[in-house]
């Protein structure tokens, strides 16, 4: 049984402005449990940030209460709160390093008064190592990359060893093959160290590659929530498929596709769709089997393969032809072995 | 030496001696030194205080902040001129005496502590609000957080302002000594303005130049030194 390791209950945060007040989070229940890497994806504004900030009270939640790691938060005094927030690191978009110190003194910052020197140079040295800086120990932060701050960052907030590591947009002032490279460390600390890591982004493909779970936000309110693979498979909010399809570029490849004399020139009834499909269903040739049981040739114009924590996640677009009849069997046999048909042509004429 | 005589003639004989430019040199000095090491306390106080209880800040407090606020732009409001004279009666209070550089002190930190707090406040303000969240994030308290980034990280800003109130307040040196207070614009006012003797004037001016080339140069140095 999975341990829950945050427990937020009915959040609710309202900034009060002088003309009106804004509703920032709005009745947010949030469980992360231990081992978690927890995605929360949302545009700015969306009220990502004040969410994640409730977890260790940099933000007071109005209404609601929080649990982390067994306490409530909101029932601890000044000094014991202070106390529990060691044992939540954070990593913030733009670093925030202390510019006036090396980089071997902004991973001590958190430990000293409570170590000994010679254990803090100990630490020091194994965090560097660990996130991969050991060489950059005596450099200031302005002579680093971004990539090079952030890993300071990931060892500043691991200097304390928390169990559960907030990011909070962590690699979105990154270019994209540093996001990926620090994405990997993250994934590799919750790996190695059994760290629990909440994770805010508006980039799904940072959730993509480490999340396990993951939390749609709109205006304050989580739309969507489950485990990757089926907000992945089968998404139900609008908001949910546009930050998916724009990870897979879907749209854009739809727009191709649909330029195509093969597709402008569709003859009923023939049908142009798109096939999405998870894990096991992958295994099966799919393409072979429709035509030699229901007679149906799949003419692949796009496809699109990846590997969602471990498993294979495909999309087809496809132009389906056969007769009527062999068609409305196709579908009801896709539907049986768990693959959502997407009918692109009845979607333009929705629209 | 005869030289000097020549160019300087009403300077020589003033050198040294009771009321002397030498004597001047040092009650500047000291007046200076006093109001920054008081001032610099008190100011930077003040300056802390107020952006601790600002809105947003780590020890938020309306009340305090407001009384604060205001105190502090009146006090810069007052022409020090003024300010000397209104003070006159705390003055003989304190130091029971109107005239001499340690009576000066008491306008002198007055007019410049409250300068200083906002400056302080100002040099703070540089201080990216993010590194105190990591801070607060990490289980740093209020005092730990002052102490070890605020102090820390906005050092060599906090030269740079210190450096600027020195040097104002080595103007208003200047004006308290042409009321009494002694030290070189006592000299430049009360001896060469009033009797016409140029050459008194300007070696005030240039001693006092001197002065404030050379706190500003040091600064400098700290603060390059601080600054990464």
Redesign the interface.
């Known amino acids: 049984m999975a341990e829950a390791i945050i427990t937020l209950n009915q959040i609710d945060v309202l900034f009060k402005e002088k003309a009106r007040s804004v509703h920032a989070v709005d009745h947010v229940d949030l469980t992360v449990n231990r081992g978690d890497v927890y995605g929360i994806v949302g545009y700015s504004g969306a009220g990502k940030s004040t969410l994640v900030r409730v977890i260790?009270l940099?933000q007071r939640p109005t209404t609601g209460s929080v649990t982390v790691l067994g306490q409530d938060m909101l029932a601890l005094d000044?000094?014991a709160l202070?106390?529990?927030?060691?044992r939540?690191?954070?990593i913030?978009q733009?670093?925030?390093?202390?510019?006036?110190?090396t980089v071997a003194e902004n991973v001590a910052?958190?430990l000293?008064g409570h170590k000994s020197k010679a254990e803090i140079a100990a630490k020091v040295e194994e965090l560097l190592e660990l996130v991969g800086l050991a060489d950059r120990a005596t450099a200031?932060?302005?002579e680093l990359s971004g990539g090079q701050k952030q890993r300071v960052g990931i060892a500043?907030a691991l200097a304390?060893d928390p169990e559960i590591l907030?990011s909070d947009e962590a690699t979105s002032a990154l270019d994209p093959k540093t996001t990926s490279a620090i994405l990997d460390l993250l994934k590799s600390l919750n790996e190695k160290l059994g760290l629990t890591i909440v994770l805010i982004t508006h980039e799904m493909e940072a959730v993509k590659q480490i999340c396990n779970k993951v939390a749609v936000m709109d205006a304050g309110r989580i739309i969507e929530r489950g485990n990757l693979l089926d907000i992945f498979a089968k998404p139900e909010q609008k908001l949910t498929k546009d930050f998916i399809d724009t990870t897979l570029q879907l749209d854009a490849a739809v727009a191709a596709v649909k330029q195509q004399p093969a597709v402008a020139n569709l003859k009923s009834p023939d049908r142009l769709v798109r096939l999405t499909y998870l894990g096991a269903s992958t295994d099966q040739p799919l393409v072979a089997t429709l035509y030699k049981d229901f007679n149906v040739t799949a003419n692949i114009l796009f496809g699109d393969i990846q590997i969602l924590q471990g498993t294979p996640f495909g999309n087809l677009i496809v132009v389906l032809s056969g007769t009527a009849a062999d068609l409305e069997r196709t579908f009801a046999y896709l539907a049986q072995n768990d693959v959502t048909v997407l009918d692109l042509n009845a979607k333009e004429d929705a629209q | 030496m005869s030289f000097l005589n020549k160019i300087l003639p009403n300077v020589m004989p003033l050198w040294s001696g009771d009321g002397g430019i030498l004597q001047a040199i040092w009650q500047t000095v000291y007046m200076t030194f006093w109001t920054a090491v008081v001032s610099g306390i008190l100011g930077l106080f003040l300056g802390f205080l107020l952006i601790l209880t600002d809105e947003g800040g780590l020890l938020p407090n309306r009340p305090v902040y407001f009384i604060l606020d205001k105190v502090v732009n009146i006090f810069r409001s007052i022409p020090f001129i003024i300010l000397l004279a209104v003070v006159y009666p705390l003055t003989r209070l304190l130091v029971h005496t109107g005239i001499g550089p340690t009576a000066a002190l008491v306008p002198l930190i007055l007019g410049t502590a409250p300068f200083f707090a906002r400056q302080v406040q100002n040099a703070l303000l540089t201080v990216?609000p993010?590194?105190i969240?990591?801070?607060?994030?990490?289980?740093?308290?209020p005092w730990q957080i002052v102490f070890?980034?605020y102090l820390?990280?906005g050092?060599?800003e906090l030269v740079r302002v210190g450096v600027l109130t020195i040097i104002s307040a080595i103007g208003l040196t200047a004006m308290a000594g042409a009321v009494g207070g002694g030290g070189l614009g006592n000299i430049a006012i009360a001896i060469g303005y009033q009797r016409y003797q140029n050459d008194v004037i300007w070696t005030a001016m240039i001693l006092m130049l001197i002065l404030v080339f050379l706190i500003q140069f040091i600064g400098d140095i700290i603060a390059r030194k601080?600054?990464?």
């Not at chain 1, 733009?94 to 110190?101: E, G, I, V, Y």
């Not at chain 2, 969240?133 to 308290?141: D, K, N, P, V």
């Open positions: 260790n940099l000044a000094k202070r106390g529990e927030r060691k939540i690191g954070m913030f733009h670093f925030n390093l202390m510019n006036s110190r910052f958190p000293r200031y932060p302005a500043r304390s907030i | 990216d993010g590194v969240e990591a801070a607060q994030a990490m289980g740093l308290g070890r980034v820390r990280e050092a060599s601080l600054h990464h």
